[in-house]
């Protein structure tokens, strides 16, 4: 099995590969902006049990990287996980349009392109699994980050039609969804009760790609947390503090 992993430094992606180390002994293609970085997640996952590992620096904020870590040679990837992402300075995206625009085209407009990339390939070959990480942060837009879960929103949709489109190819499309996780991106932010660490992340990561889900949310009681936050009326909503 080969998993093409795009922004394999990502805590969530790399605890997730570790589980498709350890159990499938799975061959990765792992995709990002650091060298130095994927070397060392290489390096864990070979440890783990992983065959080959090979490395390619892209970074996806460039738009000639939509297609450009698809293998010219050999076998394509059984599955593609495109799990990069940045918690965007709301505060930042606000009043600086510049920002603004490279974040939602990092967090949105290069998730398309990379998705667009991997769907070919799977449609050409007949075959395929396409994995993007979302956000319950898409499911309705908080005052303290609508920017980012506007993007997540966008994401949401596409998945939700790109899936609709592969699955008559017989091409699988795995939403993952998680809540709050305690990885990098996190960091600088309170952890309350509800952040999920990373390890347990990557396994329930694991667990739904298993299966191919269509959605899954990460830890999945966020399910049932999104649903209470949709139902609530808006004049409820917005005085909501969160
Ligand atoms: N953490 C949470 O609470 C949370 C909640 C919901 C959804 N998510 C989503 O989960 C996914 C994984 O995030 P994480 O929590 O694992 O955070 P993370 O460890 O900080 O990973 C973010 C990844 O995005 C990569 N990246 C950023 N800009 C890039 C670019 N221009 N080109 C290539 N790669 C780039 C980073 O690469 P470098 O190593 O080069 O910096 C890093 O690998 C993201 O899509 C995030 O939005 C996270």
Redesign the pocket.
Known sequence: MLIAIL???????HHTAREFARRERASFLLV???RE?LETVAADLRAFGAGECRCQT????DPAAASAWLPADGPGPDLVLI?????SDEARAASDPQYATAELD??FG?TLRLAYAAAADFERRGAGHLAI?????GERGRASNFF?GAA?AGLIAFCSGLRARLSRRGIALTELR?????????AHLPQGAL?CP?EKAGRLCAAALRRRADIAWIPGWWRWIMLVIRWLPERVFKQVKF
Do not use: E, W
């Open positions: 922004g394999a430094t990502s805590a969530l992606a990002g902006r650091q970085r892209l970074d996806f904020s799990a990069h992402g940045s918690l990092l967090n290069s990480v979302t956000s319950v942060a980012y997540k998680p809540g709050s996780l305690a990885t990098p991106m996190t952040f990373a």
